[in-house]
Antibody, heavy 118, light 106 residues
Framework: QVQLQESGPGLVKPSETLSLTCDVS?????????WGWIRQTPGKGLEWIGS???????YYNPSLKSRVTISLDTSKNQFSLKLTSVTAADTGVYYC???????????WGQGTLVSVSS | DIQMTQSPSSLSASVGDRVTIACRAS??????LNWYRQKPGQAPKLLIY???SLQNGVPSRFSGRGSGTDFTLTISSLQPEDFATYYC?????????FGQGTNLEI
């Protein structure tokens, strides 16, 4: 059974960088599939942020692309999200998830709440 | 971006009822349409992928249909755990986008 768990600071100051990590168990991230980040905010609902392939190739939501970096650490079986220059609009619950064959999300982490405030 | 519009936004029903939720895409997405159920405080859970395929372990009371721009999710006999929010998602093109959600309440 694939399991994902997000971790990272729950509070980030405006203009700083949000950094989250997703630990994966039950499947090796280097073996296949895309691995993604999704957030749920009061303003935009569920929003896909970006995803990374097991080879390291990435693709991002164009609306966030200039601020987002997703990376893979196969030695720790985890992947990470960095979102720069955050504002209050970035406050929300951040989920990591595994893509299935047709790019749906078949396994999700429990989510972590990130608040942007000084 | 492809806009996904769900209807209704909220729906009242009772245990045992049959309900249908609609999702419309702003342009054709073939059958790259997925459905999720989200209970309060939990992550979304995949129910249906590729418009009509039932995810492993999901009860058969859930079914999906449609292609192109118009899709539906039907729950044949509501159970207490089905009172939640439902989302459609298109995975046809980047960026993948979600509907605004349908809140199913008693």
């Amino acid at each position: 059974q694939v399991q994902l768990q997000e971790s990272g600071p729950g509070l980030v100051k405006p203009s700083e960088t949000l950094s989250l990590t997703c630990d994966v168990s039950g499947y090796s991230v280097s073996s296949g599939y895309y691995w993604g980040w999704i957030r749920q905010t009061p303003g935009k609902g569920l929003e896909w942020i970006g995803s990374i392939y097991h080879s390291g190739n990435t693709y991002y939501n164009p609306s966030l692309k200039s601020r987002v970096t997703i990376s893979l650490d196969t030695s720790k079986n985890q992947f990470s999200l960095k979102l720069t220059s955050v504002t209050a609009a970035d406050t929300g619950v951040y989920y990591c998830a595994k893509h299935g064959e047709f790019q749906y999300f078949d396994y999700w982490g429990q989510g972590t709440l990130v608040s942007v405030s000084s | 971006d492809i806009q996904m519009t769900q209807s209704p936004s909220s729906l009242s029903a009772s245990v045992g009822d049959r309900v249908t939720i609609a999702c419309r895409a702003s342009q054709t997405i073939n059958t790259f349409l997925n459905w999720y159920r989200q209970k309060p405080g939990q992550a979304p859970k995949l129910l249906i992928y590729a418009a009509s395929s039932l995810q492993n372990g999901v009860p058969s009371r859930f079914s999906g249909r449609g292609s192109g721009t118009d899709f539906t999710l039907t729950i044949s006999s509501l159970q207490p755990e089905d009172f939640a929010t439902y989302y459609c998602q298109q995975s046809y093109s980047t960026p993948q986008t979600f509907g605004q959600g349908t809140n199913l309440e008693i």
